[in-house]
């Protein structure tokens, strides 16, 4: 086991949160002695809103759900406690000492070496994240392609609320076009010597078009351009098998416990 490497994968986790709260509007994160704690642009909890992660594994269990459930009944929301499994039993534990069981569970996967940069098929054109419309076509294919994760279409657009805070040196996002129509999209986070993948979709015309597949290889290919020692995701049932075929390798599972809105 590189703990190093695991190390930059998971930082790269805490980082995809802190970048998600930059781009909702409202949203209020606080990072304070360990724990990180985001309310987001509304109540709807889920892994980049209205969620809570340890980034000290020293801090006791007890100490976590204890300013997590302060900080969300000021605010008389719910949230989401995420749980990686190989650094928070103890927080595993203690969620089901009070009945909770997870609502999600999704491998958390690595590459340690870099992908060939793929050949763009005819037909297609490839754009970064160069301007707010290239966003926005982003933030629709998403809408359409979480759906079939029971992720509303309303709530995706709600992540992407200040599309022009995407601009940033520490994002690149790529959409591909058929026919100038926007059709699948992915974006990397780059957190120094780690980078992560997220928000891989296609729309439902395209899909089982290899675009998802090719859109996950630019988008960890620029990672690694960009200096990382390892690109990470957090794998659904969909993407899994094609970041597998990359040779991705799971590390760890992402579980993800809910607490309701108080009454």
Same mark, same amino acid.
């Given at each position: 086991?590189?703990?190093?490497?695991h190390? $930059?994968a998971?930082a790269?986790?805490?980082?995809?949160?802190?970048?998600?709260?930059?781009w909702?509007?409202?949203c209020e /994160?606080v990072e304070?002695d360990?724990? +990180?704690m985001m309310?987001?642009?509304n109540?709807?909890?889920?892994?980049f809103?209205? /969620?809570?992660?340890?980034?000290d594994? #020293?801090?006791?269990? &007890?100490?976590? $759900?204890a300013?997590s459930?302060?900080?969300?009944?000021?605010?008389?929301r *719910? !949230?989401?406690? +995420?749980v990686r499994?190989?650094?928070?039993?103890? =927080?595993?534990?203690?969620?089901?000492a009070?009945? $909770?069981?997870p609502l999600?569970?999704?491998? /958390?996967?690595?590459?340690e070496m870099?992908?060939? @940069?793929?050949v763009?098929?005819?037909g297609?054109?490839?754009?970064?994240?160069d301007?707010?419309?290239r966003?926005?076509d982003?933030m629709?294919?998403?809408?359409e392609?979480y759906?079939?994760l029971r992720?509303?279409?309303?709530?995706?657009?709600? !992540? !992407?609320? @200040?599309p022009?805070a995407? =601009?940033?040196?520490?994002?690149?996002?790529?959409? &591909?076009y058929?026919?100038?129509?926007?059709?699948?999209?992915a $974006?990397t986070?780059?957190?120094?010597?780690g980078?992560?993948?997220y928000w891989? *979709?296609?729309t439902?015309?395209? #899909?089982?078009?290899?675009?998802?597949?090719? /859109?996950t #290889? =630019?988008a960890t290919h620029?990672?690694?351009?960009?200096?990382?020692?390892?690109?990470?995701?957090q794998?659904?049932?969909f993407g899994?098998?094609?970041y597998?075929?990359? *040779?991705?390798?799971?590390?760890?599972? =992402?579980?993800?416990?809910?607490?309701?809105a108080?009454?």
């Open positions: 086991m590189n703990s190093s490497i190390d $930059l998971d790269n986790l805490l980082q995809a949160i802190r970048e998600h709260a930059r909702q509007e409202p /994160c304070q360990g724990v +990180l309310a987001g642009a109540a709807f909890p889920g892994v809103r209205n /969620c809570v992660a340890r980034t594994g #020293r801090i006791p269990a &007890a100490e976590v $759900l300013r459930q302060a900080f969300f009944s000021q605010r008389g *719910g !949230f989401a406690v +995420l499994g190989s650094r928070d039993q103890d =927080l595993v534990e203690a969620l089901q009070e009945g $909770l069981t999600g569970d999704n491998p /958390c996967m690595l590459i870099p992908v060939a @940069k793929p763009i098929p005819a297609i054109r490839i754009e970064r994240f301007d707010v419309a966003v926005q982003a629709e294919i998403s809408a392609a759906e079939a992720l509303p279409a309303e709530e995706t657009r709600v !992540f !992407f609320g @200040k022009e995407l =601009l940033s040196p520490q994002v690149i996002g790529f959409v &591909a058929r026919d100038d129509v926007p059709v699948s999209t $974006l986070i780059l957190s120094g010597e980078a992560g993948i891989v *979709g296609t439902a015309a395209a #899909r089982r078009s290899g675009l998802g597949e090719l /859109c #290889r =630019l620029v990672g690694f351009a960009n200096g990382a020692r390892v690109v990470t995701l794998a659904s049932p899994e098998p094609i597998q075929r990359l *040779g991705y390798r799971t590390y760890d599972r =992402l579980l993800r416990y809910r607490y309701p108080p009454a």
